[in-house]
């Protein structure tokens, strides 16, 4: 199976788009990598915490997907050049830096995972 490097996957991320909102916190990844899709999503993780998957959701083109609906049956795909917001409701994030993790399970390449750290003002 071939394996994505967690480096050029956390190329996804944009940097200085880690920020609350008036019920969590969000941030932007922005696919320059290639179009692809997935078929199940692993907790989204927050400074060592994980975050439970009904309370995080992708939001791409006005459509909300929640992490915890990704499944075999109902894919989240990610087309080259598309910026997604992740969402996370009911925790907010402290001012200073956060470490955060996601990964996800794609058809023929297995479970990709990568983090990224950037600061909330």
Do not use: C, W
Request: proline share 5%; net charge negative; no cysteine.
């Amino acid at each position: 199976m071939v394996s994505v490097p967690g480096f050029l996957l956390r190329r996804l991320y944009q940097r200085g788009s880690l920020k609350n909102t008036e019920t969590g916190f969000e941030f932007l990844l922005a696919n320059r990598l290639g179009s692809g899709y997935a078929h199940g999503m692993l907790p989204l993780v927050v400074d060592g915490d994980e975050v439970s998957p009904e309370a995080t959701a992708f939001v791409l083109d006005g459509v909300i997907s929640p992490f915890d609906t990704v499944s075999r049956d109902n894919t989240f795909t990610l087309a080259m050049n598309k910026t997604i917001v992740v969402k996370v409701e009911g925790t907010s994030l402290s001012p200073g830096t956060h470490t955060i993790g996601m990964g996800f399970d794609v058809p023929g390449l297995g479970t990709l995972k990568f983090d990224f750290t950037d600061v909330v003002e």
